[in-house]
């Protein structure tokens, strides 16, 4: 499993047997080429979460030059042919099964892709929708879409790895200890992050176990984070995860 760097902060994800390989969110068609090249692999199929462009981009030219199957959200507008996806649904590849989850919020028909075994361990696909200490913007859904998508993700097993689509980790887990200073587990886990990126390393992928232990967005429920989100926005009910999880996501978007 190897995330390709693409862009300022995005990563490819690929996945491969020795002599096939599938991709996730090729948004830039270079890096996966080359890296096809370099291992001598081809490429079986091609995984998408949603329509934005950092995510697709790549996609036709892979297509084209590869023949790999494309498969992405039966709601959103794909680069044509594609298999089209929902929840219930799932895709082969690499001897591999993976589960697709409905999980909109950052677009309207986001999806996520689940594998309940690999090399021992789960792993999820979760685009833009998850980030390690954060989730993804609001661009087309409602913060309860949101909090319901991410209560599913929640749900997966604590040693699920959790793949997300950005390097944003550690500006994250900034506004994360803005919201929980006194959290142990986060502080921890911003050093461990931080050492990774000194020493150029991804810091990802994380683990479902982490995210509901540091993640604001997966602790909205908490008293701790509702009291911080009030702290912002005096109007938020405490005791309603959404409007906690509408106002966290509005102080985000304002942090600096």
Known sequence: MLPLPAFTDNYIWMLHDG??????????????????????????AILVTHHHGDHVG????????????????AGESMPEPLTRLRQGDSVSALGLRFAVL???????GHIAYYCANMDGAPLLFCGDTLFSGGCGRLFEGTPAQMQASLDALAA??????????????????????????????????????QAL???????????????????????TREATVAQAARSFDAQVNPHQAVAVLAALRQWKNEFR
Do not use: W
């Open 19 to 44: 002599r096939h390989a599938v991709v996730v969110d090729p948004g830039d068609a270079a890096p996966v080429l080359l890296a096809l090249r370099d291992m001598g692999l081809s490429l079986q």
């Open 58 to 73: 790549g996609v036709s030219a892979l297509r084209d030059a590869t023949g790999a199957a494309v498969y992405g959200p």
């Open 102 to 108: 409905d999980v909109p919020g950052h677009t309207a």
């Open 156 to 193: 997966l097993p604590g040693d699920t790895r959790v793949c997300c689509a950005h390097e944003y980790t550690l500006s994250n887990l900034k506004f994360a200890q803005a919201v929980e200073p006194h959290n142990q587990a986060l502080r921890d886990y911003a050093s461990q992050c």
């Open 197 to 219: 990126r000194q020493a150029g390393r991804p810091t990802l992928p994380s683990r479902m176990a982490t995210e509901r232990a540091i993640n604001p967005f997966l602790r």
